[in-house]
């Protein structure tokens, strides 16, 4: 299968590159920002991958020609522009990039009806096995129990709380219809409401990714945590969403669909 990496040159783009070369899929194209290409690095430079022979682009169409499918962990904005082409060009989608407007989210919907499109804020397979957890735990348990979500990333994290609390917070909120997300909770504002969702977010350090859902009720409460160690985890999951999406028809898919 022939790859494109959109956002090689950054931290999950590194590591999908190096991982694509070691599980044999074949690199064709690399999309970074223009800084990246001035640089003057190939995408075995930057990945220490061995010399893959494909050179860095900031052109979307040239980027994307001949691919199978295009892995994009960029910005917005070069997502946006990578759906585009991908669906002029007939080239299928896996996103993880996080922090999308409602315009890109659209235009998610929009090219699935020409392209396969799959677009997860998490990638592992660890994070949907909790998405899951978590809504049978609400279920089960009722609107007796408070759902409060804490995050903790690194320092250098751009969006927050991170696109995975949000979809854990739309898992509880599918759950148990009627609860509405409270992003923090600033200075004393009194006793919590009995349908919220609260959301925290922690930045500090080089700590990849943690999530925890507390699930609070009378007289006991649990605490389902992921953890992503490595960020490989990702990247891995990435490419098994890749290999599930090569020749399949033209709609949305998840992370649940390659979970099967
Ligand atoms: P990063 O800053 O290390 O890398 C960003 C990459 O995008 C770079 O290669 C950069 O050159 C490229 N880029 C930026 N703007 C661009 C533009 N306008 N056109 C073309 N390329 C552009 O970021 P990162 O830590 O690798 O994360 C990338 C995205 O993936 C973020 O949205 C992050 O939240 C998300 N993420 C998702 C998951 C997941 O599992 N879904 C996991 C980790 C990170």
């Given at each position: 299968?022939?790859l494109?990496?959109?956002?090689?040159?950054?931290?999950m783009?590194?590591?999908i590159?190096?991982?694509?070369?070691?599980?044999g899929f074949?690199?064709?194209?690399?999309?970074a920002?223009?800084?990246s290409?001035?640089?003057?690095?190939?995408?075995?430079?930057?990945?220490g991958?061995?010399?893959?022979?494909?050179a860095?682009?900031?052109?979307?169409a040239?980027?994307?020609?001949?691919?199978?499918?295009?892995?994009?962990?960029?910005?917005?904005?070069a997502?946006?522009?990578?759906?585009?082409v991908?669906?002029r060009?007939?080239?299928?989608?896996?996103?993880?990039?996080?922090?999308l407007d409602?315009?890109?989210?659209?235009?998610?919907?929009?090219?699935a009806?020409t392209?396969?499109?799959?677009?997860a804020?998490?990638?592992?397979l660890g994070?949907?096995?909790?998405?899951e957890?978590?809504?049978?735990?609400?279920?089960?348990?009722?609107?007796?129990?408070?759902?409060?979500?804490v995050?903790?990333?690194?320092?250098?994290k751009?969006?927050?709380p991170s696109g995975?609390?949000?979809?854990?917070?739309?898992?509880?909120?599918?759950?148990?219809?009627?609860?509405?997300?409270?992003?923090g909770r600033?200075?004393?504002?009194?006793p919590?409401?009995?349908?919220e969702?609260g959301?925290f977010?922690m930045?500090?350090?080089?700590?990849i990714?943690d999530?925890?859902?507390?699930?609070?009720?009378?007289?006991?409460?649990?605490e389902?945590t992921h953890?992503?160690?490595?960020?490989?985890l990702?990247?891995?999951?990435?490419?098994?969403?890749?290999?599930?999406?090569f020749?399949?028809?033209?709609?949305?898919?998840s992370?649940?669909d390659?979970?099967?």
């Open positions: 299968m022939k494109t990496i959109a956002g090689a040159t950054g931290r783009g590194q590591s590159v190096r991982l694509a070369a070691q599980e074949s690199i064709v194209g690399a999309l920002s223009p800084q290409r001035h640089l003057g690095l190939d995408v075995g430079d930057v990945a991958a061995g010399n893959l022979g494909v860095i682009s900031d052109d979307v040239s980027a994307l020609l001949g691919a199978d499918v295009v892995i994009d962990f960029s910005r917005p904005e997502l946006s522009r990578v759906l585009a991908a669906r060009q007939n080239v299928a989608v896996v996103s993880g990039t996080t922090r409602a315009d890109t989210e659209k235009k998610l919907d929009e090219v009806a392209i396969p499109v799959l677009w804020p998490n990638t592992s994070v949907q096995v909790l998405a957890i978590v809504a049978e735990a609400v279920r089960r348990l009722g609107p007796g129990f408070d759902v409060e979500i995050e903790t990333h690194h320092k250098a751009v969006d927050s995975t609390a949000t979809r854990l917070a739309d898992a509880v909120r599918d759950a148990r219809k009627g609860l509405h997300t409270v992003t600033e200075g004393n504002v009194g919590r409401a009995a349908d969702i959301v977010a930045r500090g350090g080089d700590v990714g999530h925890t859902v507390h699930l609070l009720g009378p007289g006991e409460r649990l389902l953890r992503a160690t490595n960020r490989d990702f990247a891995r999951g990435a490419l098994r969403a890749a290999r599930y999406l020749g399949k028809p033209a709609g949305r898919y992370m649940a390659v979970l099967g």
